[in-house]
Structure formats: structure tokens, C-alpha cells
Nanobody
Framework: QVQLVESGGGLGQAGESLRLSCAAS????????VGWFRQAPGKEREFVAA????????YYADSVKGRFTISRDNIKNTVYLQMNSLKPEDTAVYYC??????????????????WGQGTQVTVSS
């Protein structure tokens, strides 16, 4: 069982940066890959990025590659999403998610089973 809590959302202008945090709790939470997803109003939820349990492997959606960086600190049980060069189209509710079991990720798209409550990111032009 993994519990996830996002923070760090807010309002930014195009070209600025924001950093999101996803605090994980649970006895073996550091053994889980974690992904970030986002959902804009009227749109389906889309995958943004994922990171493996050790932090060595990462995977990004093409729409954020080169602008966003996912990382993790397993001592703090926290996964971060550094978002640079923000665009208005990055406006969405951002969610972090973990798969159904530990050590369960093939390095690509992450299938979320445990989800956080989401944090709003709004980017103005």
C-alpha cells in the first residue's frame, strides 16, 4: 500500500519554472516506480514522466522532454517534477501515481494504481 500526496502547484507565467513534489508513504514506498500525469479541463489524463525505484531510469512524454525533469530522493521518500520553460498548455491538474506493486515498471509508460489527490498548475501567457 502506497499513499501519495502532491504539493508545489500554483500560478506561473510562460517561460517560468515550478517544482512539484510527491511525498510517498508506506513501508516499501521507495521500491515503487512513480509517474506524473496531468489532466487539463475537458481533456483526458495524459502521462508526463516516470522514474524507477532507484532513480536511474526515467521516461518522458514527448510534449515535456527537454523541459521537465523527474527525480527522486528515497531518503525523503519524495519524487519531484521540475518544470522549466512553462507553456500555457502545461496548465492542468498534476497527479503522481505508483503501480500496483513494487519493482513493477518496464521503463516506459507507467500504469498508475495508487494516486495522489492532485495539484493545480496554471500557466499564463
Amino acid at each position: 500500500q502506497v499513499q501519495l500526496v502532491e504539493s508545489g502547484g500554483g500560478l506561473g507565467q510562460a517561460g517560468e519554472s515550478l517544482r512539484l513534489s510527491c511525498a510517498a508513504s508506506g513501508r516499501t514506498s521507495s521500491n515503487y516506480a512513480v509517474g506524473w500525469f496531468r489532466q487539463a479541463p475537458g481533456k483526458e489524463r495524459e502521462f508526463v514522466a516516470a522514474i524507477g525505484w532507484s532513480g536511474r531510469r526515467t521516461y518522458y512524454a514527448d510534449s515535456v522532454k527537454g523541459r521537465f525533469t523527474i527525480s527522486r530522493d528515497n531518503i525523503k521518500n519524495t519524487v519531484y517534477l521540475q518544470m522549466n520553460s512553462l507553456k500555457p498548455e502545461d496548465t492542468a491538474v498534476y497527479y503522481c501515481a505508483a503501480p500496483s506493486s513494487s519493482f513493477n515498471w518496464d521503463g516506459g509508460y507507467l500504469r498508475g494504481h495508487y494516486w495522489g489527490q492532485g495539484t493545480q498548475v496554471t500557466v499564463s501567457s
